[in-house]
């Protein structure tokens, strides 16, 4: 007996399937790119009045302002190519480049905190925004918010003394921990919260692909009901005038079935359907579309196919169904009306022509292939 082992990841909690990995990082980079985009284009405007506006002298904070725009700029840009271009596709370049935002961020603040504003006697504003903006902002995985936040505290813990040999680092040394463990915490909660929210999502989406598919199925038979054959018909159709080709269908009946539910019961006319369908499902190409017209009538719409190919199938059809034992047991045949679409030009005419050599063969012995008005 084998034993299959269900590997998860848990985050947080939070498992996440292995097969769903690869689009959990597609969902997480999309989102975390798209942030970077927002926020880079407030801040170049932002950087650039606070260079020309504010700081009218020049001074090495303007300057600062200066080059955080350009920066900025650089990662509107390379933002809106991933968006746009088929650097899409790259999930590995991504994550590289929201850890360069988030890397040049903090760089900025770090270097505005022990460079220029370590004298003010407290952690200047600027990298106090720079921890918990990036916290509530970004989605990082706590691996990666752990390195970000413990990479940061530590080196203002060691670059403040060497900067700064004036200042008593007890002073701050209390704060930059906390800020930074209470940031990381926010990160990691802020994290659990997007993969509680990705699951979310994919539970929507598996619950509408289920609802999708019971409405365009037969719930009996499994195949395509008469709603979705009536979509594909004016789908094969639109492409058949549009690239002046031809189509044609099948609708088939199953010979004297009313007698298969007299005699054996409706449990037994079911099991019928189930192994007709099957049988017709087993024998068409993959490109013809089938489905439970009615009752026990069934649609084959065969795409470029012209009406004698389409009356070959119905043929081959014909004799399997009528050397098949339905429940191990029973023996039927079924009746088939063929047309094609040149011979009408829409998609009533075509059906009304199948509808009608169909009704010939029932009249006129069954078992039969009509693809010709009688």
Known sequence: METFVKLKISVFG??????????????????NVFRILIISAFLVVEQLFYAFRVSNIPSLMKTVYIYSSLLMAFFVI????????????????????????????????????????????????????????????FYLDYIQGFICYAAVSVAALILLPVYHPEII????????????????????????????????????????????????????TAMYNRRKLDEVLKEVTGKTIRYNK??????????????????????????????????????IREVDVCGRWGG?????????????????????????????????????????????????GSIQGILKSADIRLYYAKTHGRNMVVSQDG
Do not use: W
């Open 14 to 31: 939070q498992p996440i399937e292995p097969g769903e990995k690869l689009e959990f990082r597609t969902y997480q980079s999309e989102n």
């Open 78 to 137: 390379f933002s809106l190519l991933f968006m746009k271009t088929g650097l899409k596709a790259k999930i590995f370049a991504k994550q590289i480049f929201v850890q360069l935002f988030i890397i040049s961020g903090m760089g900025i603040a770090l270097y505005r905190f022990i460079l220029i504003e370590a004298d003010l006697g407290r952690i200047p504003t600027i990298y106090i925004a720079a921890l918990y903006g990036i916290a509530v902002i």
């Open 296 to 344: 026990e009538e069934f649609l084959i719409i065969c795409p470029e196919t012209p009406l004698d190919s389409t009356e070959q199938l119905a043929q081959r059809l014909k004799t399997i169904i009528a050397e098949h034992r339905f429940c191990g047991k029973y023996q039927l045949t079924a009746s088939f009306g063929i047309a094609a679409f040149s011979e009408t």
């Open 169 to 220: 680092l007890s002073s701050y040394s209390a704060d930059v921990i906390s800020n930074g463990m209470i940031a990381f915490i926010l990160i990691s909660l802020n994290y659990r919260s997007f993969v509680r929210g990705f699951h979310h999502k994919k539970e929507i989406e598996a619950v509408n692909a289920v609802l999708v598919e019971q409405s365009i199925r037969d719930s009996l």
């Open 246 to 283: 031809e189509y044609s269908v099948i609708l088939m009946d199953i010979d004297l079935f009313k007698d298969v539910n007299d005699s054996y019961g409706h449990d037994t006319g079911d099991k019928v359907l189930v192994e007709f369908a099957g049988i017709i499902s087993k024998h």
